[in-house]
């Protein structure tokens, strides 16, 4: 498992936190996120070979924004 901590755009309450968890657990190799709406991230464990560009479409999909660092 890698840990990574995604920094999304646009989260500001416990429905937005609830809409990210959720749509990043639907992607093939999630096993645990924590959204944290104070600093604007998602930490979550994942199999290595988790695409980056399907943990943005799920993000994108829910309504918020993957901020590329």
């Not at 498992?1 to 646009?10: F, I, N, R, S």
């Not at 464990?45 to 660092?69: K, N, Q």
Request: with cysteine; proline share 1%; aromatic share 2%.
């Amino acid at each position: 498992m890698a840990e990574l901590v995604l920094t999304v755009d646009g989260m500001t309450c416990g429905h937005c936190k609830s809409a990210v968890t959720s749509a990043l657990e639907s992607v093939d190799g999630v096993r645990r996120v924590d959204v944290d709406l104070v600093a604007g991230t998602a930490s979550l464990d994942a199999d290595p070979a988790v695409d980056r560009d399907a943990l943005a479409a799920a993000i994108d999909e829910a309504g918020y924004r993957l901020v590329e660092s």
